[in-house]
């Protein structure tokens, strides 16, 4: 058996490709890894199984300087872009084989219409798992506080706009008190799916704010595109309170502008969207006071009327009654009147009588007739036995008194 050196083997397999890849051929791939170092792109791509997400093939692949720069000239600020980990990419590629450094890809040029058609065909396979799974609208479906002051943003701190709508919000002009927390995240690239689900699984947990605002500043498809994922879609459709989207599109609508309770343009859009909310309560509530203020007033009223002809009805019957009552006493009192002067007449009868009876019995009149009222010691005898042998008797008559000696 013939027994090749590794160099031999190496040469044979860079023959056989510079003889089948003679050009360059464009391929489709995702890029796991882009770093960049002295004016070079480092890339290394790979392919995905679409059931598992399994890595079934991967390559490196380089930008050298000199197409690098073209392909910047060409695509402007879309190519640093495009060129982010996660993203799928359609690539103009050299296949190239070195004996020492083995099979690379060298980049020549990258089309950026099949990185946007990617995005929304995805876009579209997430809004059908979601429609699938009944989650479109569970998020939509939760009521707003009345009144919304505990608030929870999402954001990163150096987002274009940020500071505008807090601003907003802690000067409106009613006056209103919002309560504000920032919780830090991603707002584009690799890490802002993981970082925003970080944050509302933090949020949920705490569970003591009113609403949940996402918000970035403006951008492109590309700046936006960490926004299309179904991770952050299903948890917001988990969460308990409502999420209101302020990430910036213009003209598209990302998946979380489509999973959220509310969906609107900008930071201070969302600003307005919370003052206005409140503005609306109160005016509510004012309208409620005046219906209430109305409404008690025309009982007043009402209660008023009915008072005034109580007030009217009562007093012509006190009237009608003390003139029944006066009638009665006048009655009452020449009764009374009558009744007392014949009481008295037959009073006085009793008293002549009366005297009559004193003067009968009265002594004086006895002793006129003659009697006497013998007496000793100041009390009467009506006895002899009451009396000794020479005791002095006193006899009182009809117009004075003698002494006498009992013998």
Known sequence: MEIYTLSDLGK??????????????????????????????????????????????????????????????????????????????????????????????????????????????????????????????????????????????????????????????????????????????AMQGQRTEMEVIAQLREIKELNNFDVIVITRGGGSKLDLAGFDSYPIAKEISEMNIPVIAGIGHEIDTSIVDIISAVSLKTPTAVANFLIDLNAAFETDLYNVFIDIKFSVEKRIQKEKGKLDIFYESLNSASILHLNNLTNEIESIHKMNTVLASNRLKILHQEIESIAKMIHIVDPIQLLKKGYAIPQLNGKNINSIHQVNKEDILTLQLSDGSIKTKVQ
């Open 12 to 185: 044979y397999i860079k023959q056989v490709v510079a003889l089948n890849f003679v050009d360059t051929i464009w391929i489709s791939c995702e890029l796991s890894q882009v770093n960049t170092s002295r004016g070079h792109c480092y890339l290394n791509v790979v392919e995905k199984n679409n059931e598992n997400d399994d890595v079934i093939a991967s390559m490196n692949a380089s930008i050298w300087y000199k197409d690098f720069m073209f392909i910047r000239k060409k695509l402007g600020a879309v190519a640093d872009k495009i060129l982010q980990e996660g993203m799928e990419v359609k690539l103009k590629v050299e296949v190239d084989f070195h004996e020492r450094y083995g099979m690379k890809l060298i980049v020549k040029d990258i089309d950026p219409s099949f990185t946007f058609g990617q995005l929304a065909i995805n876009r579209e396979k997430i809004i059908e798992q979601l429609k699938a799974e009944n989650r479109l609208n569970l998020n939509r479906g939760l009521p707003f506080p009345s009144v919304v002051q505990r608030i929870a943003v999402i954001s990163s701190e150096t987002a274009a706009g940020l500071k505008d709508m807090m601003d907003h919000l802690e000067r409106n002009q009613y006056g209103y008190d919002f309560q504000i927390k920032l919780f830090p995240a």
